[in-house]
């Protein structure tokens, strides 16, 4: 009786053990994760309210990620730090340079491998007005989804969230850096999802607002010359094309005070036979329509001029490339945007268009302290 008692007790403890769910398996090569350590110190964040302009759209507001100081100050070390990345090689700030608006300057971003991506890197500027969706293609719908990506992808920073969790844990700083933004009592408690809201949250605050284009029309404190204001009037923001108009006008999908729609089109720069051969399908992967495949998002033109290459493949390398395209009216594929029709494209023409598309530089942004490097 004993032995029969001392068997049936093995058989349930091996029946019950045999149903807990097996333990989630360490990332390849991961460092062991560290002892869950206490941390002390502030944990309240203190709400931050984003002040803009008044000519500018009102910030979209995140219910899910609300905006505190120790956050941005949080998501802006992470944005610089190469802990980030692969072998602590490589940080979001290496595709997104504060002198170039937040750009990289190369037809495809490189990774830390070195090798290239499939799309250009897009700026991260005036970020908290966009209504629709983020990325090229729309794939994410919040800044803090976006952010997720890049650290996994094999041709951007390539590296394992587990390996980042356990930098960031160990360290010696960012711990209490976590409890001040998100009121963590253990290192434990750190979490991805921690770490690139912290990043939203500082993108959220980059707000270019202060170029020429808006010291003339919203504070009255310069003037365009005569070519940027041709260009302006005549070539760029045309509310009402007059029939017969040989210009249909920029402003369509490019118009003030953000000078980017955010909605996704096909602008015409592929040569496909149909909608099934665009190399990168954009919009409609994400969508699940062919009528989207070939659209990638319409981008804001604020500092266009330092911004370049251009296109979601970069295929642009000059502005004045891009304004020889849209002059031509672009390939004939049954889903491009009815606003790309072509013009004539004087030498004049495009010489105020440019000019006009200057005054949209921001200075004050490739050096705003608030958006810098903190390591430095």
């Given at each position: ?8 007790s093995?058989?349930t ?9 097996d333990p989630p398996?360490?990332?390849?090569g991961?460092?062991v994760?560290?002892?869950?350590r ?30 505190t100081?120790e956050?941005i100050?949080?998501g802006?070390?992470?944005f ?13 700030a ?5 002198e ?8 495809l971003?490189v ?5 290239p ?8 500027v ?5 209504p629709?969706?983020f ?8 800044i803090?989804e976006q ?8 041709l ?17 700083d960012?711990p209490?850096r976590?409890r ?16 690139v ?11 270019s ?10 504070l ?16 760029f ?12 006008g ?5 118009n003030?005070?953000?000078?980017g ?12 036979a ?11 992967v994400?969508?699940g329509?062919?009528?989207?495949n070939g659209?990638f998002?319409?981008t ?7 911004t ?27 889903n ?8 004539t494209?004087?030498?004049e ?12 530089t ?5 050096t ?6 903190p390591?430095?």
């Amino acid at each position: 009786m004993y032995r029969f008692l001392l068997l049936f007790s093995l058989f349930t403890l091996f029946v019950a053990s045999s149903c807990e769910p097996d333990p989630p398996l360490p990332c390849e090569g991961c460092p062991v994760d560290p002892e869950d350590r206490v941390i002390t110190g502030p944990s309240t964040p203190t709400p931050f309210t984003l002040e803009v302009p008044d000519h500018m759209p009102r910030p979209i507001v995140d219910e899910t990620n609300p905006l505190t100081v120790e956050g941005i100050a949080l998501g802006r070390r992470l944005f610089y730090d190469k802990i980030m990345g692969r072998d602590s090689a490589f940080a979001c700030a290496d595709c997104h340079l504060q002198e170039k608006a937040f750009t990289d300057g190369r037809a495809l971003a490189v990774g830390v491998g070195g090798q290239p991506g499939t799309r250009s890197a897009m700026s991260i500027v005036n970020l908290a007005f966009n209504p629709t969706a983020f990325n090229w293609d729309g794939g994410q719908l919040k800044i803090w989804e976006q952010a997720i990506h890049p650290v996994e992808n094999m041709l951007e920073m390539d590296e394992d969230w587990e390996r980042v969790l356990v930098r960031l844990r160990r360290s010696e700083d960012y711990p209490q850096r976590f409890r001040a933004a998100f009121g963590v009592g253990r290192t434990g408690e750190i979490t991805r999802e921690m770490a690139v809201k912290a990043i939203a949250q500082f993108e959220h605050t980059i707000v270019s607002a202060d170029s020429h284009f808006d010291r003339v029309v919203y504070l009255n404190s310069e003037f365009f010359t005569e070519e940027e204001q041709f260009g302006a009037d005549s070539l760029f923001f045309i509310e009402n094309v007059p029939i017969g108009a040989d210009h249909p006008g920029c402003g369509h999908c490019h118009n003030a005070p953000s000078f980017g729609d955010n909605l996704f089109k096909n602008n015409g720069i592929e040569d496909v036979a149909s909608l099934d051969d665009f190399p990168d399908k954009g919009f409609g992967v994400v969508s699940g329509s062919r009528s989207d495949n070939g659209k990638f998002r319409s981008t804001t033109l604020r500092n266009i001029a330092l911004t370049g290459p251009y296109m979601h493949d970069g295929r642009f390398a000059t502005l004045e490339e891009v304004l020889d395209h849209y002059a031509s009216g672009g390939h004939a594929v049954e889903n491009k945007d009815p606003n790309i029709t072509g013009f004539t494209l004087t030498e004049e023409k495009k010489a105020a268009l440019l000019a006009f598309l200057n005054s949209l530089t921001d200075e004050s942004l490739l050096t705003d302290e608030r958006y810098s490097n903190p390591f430095e």
